[in-house]
Every structure is written in structure tokens, then in C-alpha cells.
């Protein structure tokens, strides 16, 4: 099977055991964005988690929308982490792959808003599968709670931010 068609992109024996270690010990904010996903609770969809792709383990994957969904806790705010992140983030994006990133506290502190992100994302791939993604507009503030950066080809990040009243 050719690595477009393969939902692990010729992943190997190695990855596939790592990606089961990992299960084993999700973050909490992984725990709290899986409990909304798994099953097909979310709009019906089959989403995955600790999911091998490649050389890579990401966070939960999406296989009928190429979504990955990436979340970050603050060791991803280090130069040599961000780097890193960025290689990756590359590689999966030469696969067709769109990746979503969201800060582990937005998880914490927002789990709505993060599940309405993912809902406009997907929403707007049904509609029309050529348009380029921008549920809330490139670094401008949206309903006063999420931020959204675009990173590169395919790849938003989107940060929690409190409004003082």
C-alpha cells in the first residue's frame, strides 16, 4: 500500500510500540480532549490518539479529514523544541496532512472553545475541500477567548487568552 493511502504513512514496528507507551500516559489535557473525541462522539468522527504517522507519534488524528491535532505544553515554548516542531510540522504537511495545535491550558481552561475550532476546521473542509482554513482569521482575536496563528502550510496554532471585563 502506497504511504498517501496508508493512515500510518509506513509507520514502523518501533513507532507503533511507542505510540501504545504513550497511550499508557497521556497528559491531562490529552485525557480531557480524548473523553470528547473517542468513540465517535464527536461528530461522528473517527479519531485517534497517540497515533503513528510516519517516524512520527502525534497527538490524535483524523484519518477521513487529515486533521492532526497537536497539543502543547510548555516545553514547546523552547527554541530547540520549537525547531523541532517546526521540521515535523513540514514533514507532515508534505503528506497533505492539516495540523491544528492548541496550548494544553486552552484544553484546561476551554474545552468548548477548542471543540468549535476543531468543528469550524472540519465543517470547512466539507464545504469545500480546496478553500484554505482560517476559522478565526490570522491573529485576530474571535468571541475574546482563542487566538489563531497560522504557522506555516497547513499548520494554526491557537493560544487561550482571558478577557478582563
Not at 481552561?109 to 469545500?128: D, G, P, R
Amino acid at each position: 500500500m502506497d504511504k498517501i493511502n496508508d493512515m500510518h504513512y509506513g509507520s514502523n514496528s518501533f513507532t507503533f510500540q511507542k505510540a501504545v507507551e504513550l497511550r499508557n500516559r497521556m497528559t491531562k489535557a490529552e485525557t480531557v480532549l480524548w473523553e470528547e473525541l473517542r468513540h465517535r462522539k464527536f461528530m461522528g468522527l473517527k479519531f485517534r490518539r497517540q497515533h503513528p504517522i510516519d517516524r512520527f507519534i502525534v497527538d490524535f488524528y483524523c484519518h477521513k479529514h487529515k486533521l492532526v491535532i497537536e497539543l502543547d505544553g510548555s516545553v514547546h515554548d523552547l527554541p530547540e523544541v520549537a525547531e523541532n516542531d517546526k521540521n515535523r510540522e513540514a514533514e507532515l504537511t508534505d503528506l497533505g496532512l492539516t495540523i491544528l495545535r492548541f496550548s494544553n491550558s486552552i484544553v484546561l481552561q476551554s474545552i468548548q472553545a477548542v471543540l468549535n475550532t476543531i468543528a469550524k476546521f472540519i465543517s470547512s473542509t466539507e464545504k469545500n475541500s480546496d478553500a484554505l482554513f482560517h476559522p478565526l482569521g490570522r491573529g485576530k482575536e474571535k468571541s475574546g477567548r482563542i487566538l489563531e496563528y497560522s504557522l506555516g502550510k497547513n499548520t494554526y496554532f491557537y493560544v487561550y487568552k482571558i478577557v478582563s471585563k
